[in-house]
T-cell receptor, first 111, second 115 residues
Framework: LAKTTQPISMDSYEGQEVNITCSHN???????ITWYQQFPSQGPRFIIQGYKTKVTNEVASLFIPADRKSSTLSLPRVSLSDTAVYYC????????????FGKGTKLSVIP | DAGITQSPRHKVTETGTPVTLRCHQTENHRYMYWYRQDPGHGLRLIHYSYGVKDTDKGEVSDGYSVSRSKTEDFLLTLESATSSQTSVYFC??????????????FGEGSRLTVL
């Protein structure tokens, strides 16, 4: 399973765009990149998933460069309610259902 | 929200006692997982199940056993609880298409304190 590295914590003011970058240097050809969000006292929640280039949904955008050795989760115009821990995961879509969570990035949104 | 219920939500027990945590789903999904979450460690996979009576170990399975006699229930047992097993335990299920999305649905968690 590919290991991921992401910043331990980030601070941002309300209304700003936040970019959280994740490094996954040994990502395999079959691997997908998935991001989760976790609020205090809750289980993680799936946000977005991608394989290459850019993916956008109602919550976030995910940018993946051509070499796929990193990915960036972009949260537009964050609010206080976006304060959470964000996890970057790499998993194989080839029948593997095991997900490995790292320590995540704790995002604190400041008013 | 996915129909996942964990019980008990909170439990305090003493070292050496057996503890069973239950995860119940109403989604009829094949795959179920148990994770533990500790400060500084993120979430770590304990065991998972890929069908009735089919289970396998995760990265931190020592001291834990699991059973799945019905699709809807996945039980996590600590045969003899230790203080190092004080943690928040999360159950998760994966929908049929999650092989291409990596999407899991998590329960609310069970906080276990071993004194």
């Amino acid at each position: 399973l590919a290991k991921t590295t992401q910043p331990i914590s980030m601070d941002s003011y309300e209304g700003q765009e936040v970019n959280i970058t994740c490094s996954h240097n040994n990502i395999a050809t079959n691997d997908y990149i998935t991001w989760y969000q976790q609020f205090p006292s809750q289980g993680p929640r799936f946000i977005i998933q991608g394989y290459k280039t850019k993916v956008t949904n109602e919550v976030a955008s995910l940018f993946i460069p051509a070499d796929r050795k990193s990915s960036t989760l972009s949260l537009p115009r964050v609010s206080l309610s976006d304060t959470a821990v964000y996890y970057c995961l790499v998993f194989s879509g080839a029948g593997s259902y095991q997900l490995t969570f790292g320590k995540g990035t704790k995002l604190s949104v400041i008013p | 929200d996915a129909g996942i219920t964990q019980s008990p939500r909170h439990k305090v027990t003493e070292t050496g006692t057996p503890v069973t945590l239950r995860c119940h789903q109403t989604e009829n999904h094949r795959y179920m997982y148990w994770y533990r979450q500790d400060p500084g460690h993120g979430l770590r996979l304990i065991h998972y199940s890929y069908g009735v009576k089919d289970t396998d170990k995760g990265e931190v399975s020592d001291g834990y056993s699991v059973s799945r006699s019905k699709t809807e229930d996945f039980l996590l047992t600590l045969e003899s609880a230790t203080s190092s097993q004080t943690s928040v335990y999360f159950c998760a299920i994966s929908p049929p298409n999650s092989g291409s999305t990596g999407e899991l649905f998590f329960g609310e968690g069970s906080r276990l304190t071993v004194l």
